[in-house]
């Protein structure tokens, strides 16, 4: 083989791995670049998290509206109680809480709104959980949570007591914070009570219920 088409084809081959060096880099390249924009998505994920605060509270130091507790809920996927973030962020009485627990209950199969009974008015707490540790199984989980209402010394309130509705969506979620509506009738004088959440035994969070 002559010198010249020696040359020729070495030049050739020196372009030909010098491509796909190039090609290979860029690939690396772009997987280096992907494990980052995941690495901060985690990282967002991780600090969005962390951002929610819970703190203790007992029937003599109750949490106010916009305060996070630690409330159980009941996992079907792991057959057990779980401690979850829990939030009340608004309280209302009377007509107001009338259109809030009407507008919660559209579309229930199980509620059906109807007025307060003679001396009696609808409270309407409304609440935000977040199920981002939770365990669900393949179906998720709902964002009811289990709920009492007392007077401020843990007493019944009337004769009866409060029965509480609970109102959500009534779909399921995987993870984030999800909201509802927790509604009981009370008589109308009565001002200040004590709304907790979670199982009675297990993880309860109290929080002052305070509306005029």
Do not use: H
């Amino acid at each position: 083989m002559k010198r010249s088409a020696i040359i020729v084809v070495l030049m050739l081959l020196s372009a030909f791995f010098s491509a796909c060096s190039e090609k290979d880099t860029d690939t690396v390249s772009e997987v280096v670049n992907s494990d980052a924009e995941s690495s901060v998505v985690s990282r967002e994920a991780s600090e969005k998290a962390r951002d929610i605060r819970t703190m203790s509270s007992s029937l003599k130091f109750p949490l106010g509206v916009e305060q996070w507790g630690s409330v159980s809920k009941y996992s079907t996927a792991e057959q057990k109680y779980y401690v979850v973030p829990m939030r009340l962020t608004a309280v209302s009485r009377g007509n107001k809480a009338d259109e809030i627990i009407k507008t919660a209950c559209d579309g229930s199969d199980w509620f059906t709104f109807s007025k307060a009974e003679v001396g009696f008015e609808w409270v309407a707490a409304e609440y935000e959980i977040s199920l981002d540790s939770f365990p669900v199984d393949t179906n998720g989980a709902d964002a009811e949570v289990t709920s009492f209402v007392t007077t401020v010394d843990g007493e019944y309130i009337g004769d009866k007591g409060a029965v509480t509705v609970v109102l959500t969506d009534g779909q399921y979620y995987y993870e984030g914070i999800q909201n509802g509506v927790i509604a009981w009738q009370v008589p109308s004088e009565c001002a200040d009570m004590v709304l907790s959440a979670g199982e009675y035994g297990e993880e309860q969070a109290f929080f002052k219920v305070q509306v005029s």
